[in-house]
Every structure is written in structure tokens, then in C-alpha cells.
């Protein structure tokens, strides 16, 4: 996740940097081909083997000049600088935060998407994903902007099948995925097919994704992973795991590997297939998929997905978790959860959750260089999901008050104090804190307001909700 200040070409044109790429390696190759063909032939126009000696020697002067510039320009290492966006879906019932650093590496290659998807394909539906790249950052920032419309492309197609929404979400989550790394491989136009092997872009450059789909009809949470990002929902603290990591030496991914004429080498800590990647699941990597005997499914290492489907309670006591691995080097899904859990009790907001959770899991330094594991890129989403009684489907309890009943706040939401008149009422005043569900006393909110201090009980007239804006970035040292 980086900044972005200005339209990219990867923003008005996803495919643009393939096609550039494609160009930078084709260009070259001609070049030496012509050269060839006019000490022997002489048949080429002379304007086109011009053409493609200066467009070979551009793209070479820029490789050349970005590859210096990088090395001169390098940032801080290790870069603790977070990048967060926040934003709320359903009226403001979901409120959610991505947080991401670079921290230890050269470069940012995580990607994520948060979205409301489209209500004529699933009725009441939310994707947030983390994807998660490896040798550039190409694949994950291609397959983060192709994702959320391959998953409405596959939905429609899944309509016909099912007039289950679970259903569908599940069918399309398990087709979307492979679905786009189909497309990586062909490429825009087809150039990838003619880019093959060792010349296509996405050679040796790769993702995990992990897609959390939450489905608001069946009040679960579909999640869909290949690689080693995770989800879980945190519980009343307690860390509830939504993904299992892919590693090549996982009993069923190395058998697949084998079968397919790989390998498995163990590489100090880690285990690699071919002694190159250390997942047996990723987008991308074509290197690894190029036995044209098997199928995709049956590749050293695949596209296709795990799918696990867990009923969520929502309110302020679940929250959803979305994470790439950088998290988990250090850390157990626990271990995030003990992080997490009492910030989120104590009122923080998500955002800064979310940049002390990152910090927490960065690996510390001693002259320069890191003492302990967690070197990775780090994005997390978190994500507040309304309780039942938003009136979004089955009331917890029927015989309770609910928030959306007393005064359309739902819990979560932030809120200000303002206009309390006793003299205890008068401190509150001005103080931001979170709404935990509806109080005790008829017709009042029980919200927080301050680290360490017991919930207040406030009617709506006196609260004002602080609206975050989907889509809203901030930068945070």
C-alpha cells in the first residue's frame, strides 16, 4: 500500500504496465534479430529495425536509470512511516481501517481492496482482501484492481446455478482467483502467450490473496486464500483462524508439487519449491506453471483456492482481521489478537490500531539491522461488523433494546460528546469515544470514552457520529 497523489497509468490503464513490460523485453530481442537478419538478408525496413534499436536502447536507459536512482534514493530502513484509509459501508454500520508499511524491505508490494459489492449480483455483501507481492510489486497491484470486478463477473455467472447468496458467494470466491491468473498469464491482447517462459512479466513475480467476503444475508464471513496472508475474527479476545498458510511442505502441497515434476528444498528456515518460492500457492509465478502436460490445478504451484465460511455475532465483541504475512513472522494469531484486543476495548480508533499492531510486529534493529524475524511488508485491514440487531437479519436477543431502534447508531461507530449540563456531563463534553451497544437504561447508548474507564451511558441527543469518508488516506509516523 503506498500513496498515491496523482493517476498512474497502472490507475487509468491496470494493464499498462504489463504491456510496457511486455514491450521492454520484446523490443530488445528484435533488435539483436534484425541486426542478424540485415548482416545476411537485408529485408527489414530499415525505419522499422530503427525503430525498435532506439525503443530497445530507451527502455534500457530507463531500466538503467531506475535501478540507480532506487539504489541512491533509498528510504529509511527500516521504513516505519504507516500508511492507513478508512472508510465505512452500510450507512456507516461497517467501519473499517487498512494500515500498511514498508518497513524492512526495499519496496511496498502489498496491495488491498475494501468494497461493497454490486447488490444486483450479492445483496448485502463486502469484500476486503490483502494481496500480498513477491519479486515487484506487479502482480499485486494488477490482480487487486481486476479482483473485485472477476468476482461480480463470476457471480452473474453463478446466478443461474444457485439462488443461495452463500452459495454464490462461495462458488465465486472459488472461481475468481483462478480466473485472474488465467488472465495474468494471457495478458492484454494475448501478449502474454506470445511472452512465454522466462519472457513473460510474471515470470518470477507472484501474490497471495486473501479474500474475506462478508455476507450480511447469512451473517457469515467467506473467505477464500492461496498463499500465507491470513484472516480471523477476534472474539472476546480470542483469535478464531478463517485461513490456513500454503507452504510446499504441507503433506498435500508437497505431493502435488512432486507430481508435477517439482521439488521441495529446505533453504535455512524456510521450505521452497524448486529452492525458489516458499508457497505452494500464489497469482502469477508462471515459471512454476509451465508444465503444458497438467492442468492449472495441477501445477507445482496453483491459483486455486481454500475456502472456509464461519457464522460471525458482529458488535463491539468481534472484529474481523485481514493481514499479509509480514504480521504473523513474529507473531501467532494470538499473539495479533492480545495486540489488538484491549486498543480495541479501550476506545482506539482503527486506524490506530492498526499503526501500533504494524509497529508491534516490525522486527527492532541494532546498528542497522534487524535482531529478530518480522522484515516483511506489513497491510492489515480491520473491520468493525454490526451486530444483529442493525436489523440487518436475526436479532441477538428480541427481547432487547437495539441500537439501531433508540437512535440509528450501531456499534462501533465513533462518536463526540456534546451537550451534557452536570458538571460530570460538562467533562465529557468534546471527548471522542465508540459506541459499545445499547445500555442498560432504556432509550441510551453505552459508549466509551476514555482508556481504562467504565462505559458511560448517553442518550443520541447528546452524541454526534464522526462520519469517516470510504476512501479517506492519512500517513502516520
Excluded at 482467483?177 to 515470470?203: C, E, N, Q, T, Y
Excluded at 444475508?217 to 483462524?241: M, W
Aim: with cysteine; glycine share 10%.
Amino acid at each position: 500500500m503506498a500513496p498515491r497523489g496523482f493517476m498512474s497509468l497502472g490507475d487509468a490503464w491496470p494493464w499498462g504496465p504489463f504491456v510496457f513490460a511486455c514491450l521492454g523485453r520484446a523490443l530488445p530481442v528484435l533488435s539483436l534479430l534484425f541486426f542478424f537478419e540485415g548482416k545476411v538478408l537485408g529485408l527489414v525496413p530499415t525505419l522499422l529495425r530503427s525503430v525498435c534499436f532506439y525503443g530497445a536502447a530507451t527502455f534500457v536507459a530507463t531500466w538503467c536509470t531506475r535501478q540507480v536512482l532506487s539504489s541512491v534514493w533509498v528510504g529509511p530502513t527500516p521504513d516505519l512511516q504507516v500508511h492507513s484509509e478508512n472508510g465505512t459501508f452500510r450507512d456507516g454500520s461497517v467501519s473499517w481501517a487498512a494500515c500498511g508499511m514498508r518497513g524492512w524491505r526495499e519496496a511496498m508490494e502489498d496491495e488491498h481492496v475494501a468494497s461493497q459489492l454490486a447488490r444486483d449480483v450479492f445483496q448485502d455483501a463486502l469484500l476486503f482482501a490483502v494481496l500480498d507481492g513477491h519479486g515487484g510489486s506487479e502482480v499485486s497491484s494488477l490482480a487487486s484492481k481486476l479482483l473485485v470486478r472477476e468476482l461480480e463477473a463470476s457471480g452473474r455467472e453463478c446466478m443461474g446455478k444457485s439462488d443461495s447468496q452463500p452459495e454464490i458467494i462461495s462458488e465465486a470466491l472459488s472461481q475468481t482467483l483462478p480466473r485472474i491468473d488465467a488472465k495474468l498469464m494471457k495478458g492484454s491482447v494475448g501478449l502474454g502467450r506470445i511472452m512465454s517462459g522466462s519472457l513473460h512479466p510474471f515470470a518470477a513475480c507472484g501474490s497471495t490473496a486473501v479474500c474475506a467476503a462478508v455476507d450480511f444475508v447469512s451473517r457469515e464471513v467467506v473467505v477464500a486464500n492461496i498463499g500465507d496472508s491470513r484472516a480471523l475474527l477476534i472474539r472476546d479476545g480470542k483469535a478464531v483462524a478463517l485461513s490456513e498458510d500454503h507452504k510446499p511442505e504441507n503433506p498435500g502441497e508437497r505431493s502435488r508439487i512432486r507430481a508435477a515434476g517439482g521439488q521441495v528444498v529446505k533453504m535455512g528456515p524456510c521450505h521452497r519449491v524448486d529452492g525458489n518460492l516458499n508457497l505452494s500457492r500464489a497469482l502469477g509465478d508462471f515459471n512454476l506453471k509451465a508444465n503444458a502436460d497438467l492442468p492449472p490445478e495441477k501445477q507445482k504451484v496453483i491459483a486455486f483456492p481454500d475456502l472456509t465460511r464461519t457464522p460471525f455475532k458482529g458488535g463491539p465483541q468481534e472484529l474481523l482481521l485481514v493481514g499479509c504475512d509480514g504480521l504473523f513472522e513474529r507473531c501467532s494469531n494470538q499473539d495479533i489478537a492480545d495486540i489488538v484486543w484491549p486498543r480495541l476495548k479501550s476506545g482506539m480508533a482503527l486506524t490506530r490500531i492498526g499503526t501500533e499492531l504494524l509497529h508491534a510486529c516490525c522486527a527492532r534493529s541494532c546498528r542497522g539491522r534487524p535482531i529478530e524475524e518480522g522484515t516483511d511488508n506489513e497491510t492489515v485491514i480491520l473491520v468493525q461488523l454490526p451486530a444483529a440487531s442493525d436489523g440487518s437479519g436475526d436479532l441477538a436477543d428480541a427481547n432487547s433494546p437495539t441500537v439501531s431502534s433508540v437512535s440509528g447508531f450501531f456499534a462501533g461507530n465513533r462518536v463526540r460528546v456534546h451537550g451534557l449540563e452536570s458538571e460530570e456531563g460538562q467533562r465529557l463534553n468534546g471527548l471522542e469515544g465508540l459506541v459499545e451497544g445499547p445500555s442498560t437504561s432504556p432509550g441510551r447508548l453505552s459508549v466509551r470514552v476514555s482508556d481504562g474507564e467504565p462505559c458511560k451511558s448517553i442518550k443520541p441527543e447528546n452524541l454526534v457520529k464522526l462520519t469517516e469518508v470510504s476512501g479517506e488516506k492519512d500517513t502516520i509516523s
